[in-house]
């Protein structure tokens, strides 16, 4: 079961959280040189060394993050009328979205004004937050067979907002949800497949739903898919699958699927080798505060590989990535002998990134 763990801790606090997507961190390797062990093991060896110059390589750990699940608004329906109602909402002019989504609703009895009302409540748009109308209102529109309806309802009941917390009921609407095609409800799902708790533990249906998740586009889907590839954790073990599914996350902008494919491209494992690419990943991951990608960049930076040395910028993203828990030994020996000049350098840009998080 040990290869079990890494997924399963993909799940340990499930669905209601609103922060960052599934992720694998890398830990730092005991080589100086990049190797092209494959980064998906846990201990990459090295193959050469350089004094006082830590390893550029990114290679995971086993703590990655919980994937989450957000709550969108309802995709814009097809009926003309309809449209007016979700125009307004994304025009902002929410007051008018309830106005005409109440008629709409009332008069048509038309199940996606119902959703809209339902997620106006739930958010305070326009109105006061009401999680009890919310999830009245979303209980109309899933009885008359929206999606959406029944994917915000089973958010509420995962959540414990505007009545109980019922798991099995979220369940049931999730799958519901997902038949008619909602890849969110797709996702979360599989959360549940894989958590055991609320439904059978099945790393296979998991992956099913998954895959149908990631076909429709969604990034942490694609995501956690590669790392069930990467780990061969319900369909067969199959790195490139894993290294197309990270680059797909990564074009929309997940920022731990970033992360990964920049290890891939690093490395040269299921993808040609691509070291300035992955280094401009890496830089983009790091100014969205990834401390995993700070701390790779700051690899990278002060040995060169990739990128020119810089020291002074290897210094700052290696102190920033510190204060977020990532400290590095090998970067503080390789960086213990910078200038006081250039230290202060580092310290004052170290002080700008902090003061504007």
Same mark, same amino acid.
């Given at each position: 079961m040990k290869t079990l763990r890494p997924i399963l801790m993909l799940v340990s606090f499930l669905i209601v959280t609103a922060n960052a997507a599934a992720q694998t961190s890398p830990a730092p390797p005991a080589a100086q040189t990049p190797s092209s062990t494959p980064a998906s093991k846990p201990k990459a060896k090295p193959v050469?060394? =350089?004094? &006082?110059?830590?390893? &550029?390589?990114?290679?995971?750990? #086993?703590?990655?993050? /919980?994937?989450? &699940?957000?709550?969108?608004?309802?995709?814009?329906?097809?009926?003309?009328?309809?449209?007016?109602?979700?125009?307004?909402?994304?025009?902002?002019?929410?007051?008018?979205?309830?106005?005409? /989504?109440?008629?709409?609703?009332?008069?048509?009895?038309?199940?996606?004004?119902?959703?809209?009302?339902?997620?106006?409540?739930?958010?305070?748009?326009?109105?006061?937050?009401?999680?009890?109308?919310?999830?009245?209102?979303? +209980?109309?529109?899933?009885?008359?067979?929206?999606?959406?309806?029944?994917?915000?309802? /089973?958010?509420? +009941?995962? /959540?414990?907002?505007?009545?109980?917390?019922?798991?099995?009921?979220? #369940? =049931?609407?999730?799958?519901?949800?997902?038949?008619?095609?909602?890849?969110?409800?797709?996702?979360?799902?599989?959360?549940?497949?894989?958590?055991?708790?609320?439904?059978?533990?099945?790393? +296979?249906?998991? #992956?099913?739903?998954? +895959?149908?998740?990631a076909d429709a586009g969604n990034p942490e889907a694609q995501y956690a898919l590669a790392t069930f590839y990467k780990e061969g954790t319900g369909v067969p073990k199959d790195v490139e699958k894993a290294v197309r599914l990270l680059q797909a996350a990564s074009l929309a902008d997940n920022v731990d699927a970033e992360v990964e494919y920049a290890i891939a491209l690093f490395n040269g494992t299921g993808t040609p080798k691509n070291e300035p690419a992955a280094v401009a990943l890496l830089r983009k991951a790091a100014r969205q505060n990834n401390p995993v990608a700070q701390n790779r960049l700051a690899r990278v930076l002060a040995s060169g590989q990739g990128t020119p040395v810089d020291r002074v910028e290897a210094l700052k993203w290696h102190l920033i990535a510190k204060t977020a828990g990532k400290g590095d030994p090998a970067l503080d020996e390789a960086l213990a002998n910078l200038s006081p000049e250039d230290r202060a350098k580092a310290e004052n840009a170290v002080r700008k990134w902090l003061g504007a998080k």
């Open positions: 050469a060394k =350089k004094p &006082a110059t830590p390893a &550029a390589t990114p290679a995971p750990s #086993a703590t990655p993050a /919980a994937p989450t &699940a957000t709550v969108v608004p309802a995709p814009a329906p097809d009926d003309p009328n309809i449209d007016l109602v979700y125009g307004a909402y994304q025009r902002g002019l929410y007051k008018t979205t309830f106005d005409l /989504a109440t008629k709409r609703a009332q008069e048509n009895g038309d199940p996606k004004a119902m959703t809209m009302l339902g997620e106006l409540y739930a958010n305070a748009l326009g109105v006061k937050r009401d999680d009890a109308k919310a999830a009245a209102w979303y +209980r109309r529109a899933a009885d008359g067979g929206d999606r959406e309806g029944m994917f915000e309802l /089973a958010m509420l +009941r995962l /959540a414990g907002r505007g009545g109980p917390a019922d798991r099995e009921e979220a #369940a =049931k609407l999730l799958a519901s949800s997902a038949k008619l095609g909602n890849p969110k409800a797709a996702y979360n799902l599989a959360l549940l497949y894989l958590d055991g708790q609320t439904l059978p533990q099945d790393l +296979r249906r998991a #992956a099913e739903l998954l +895959r149908l998740a």
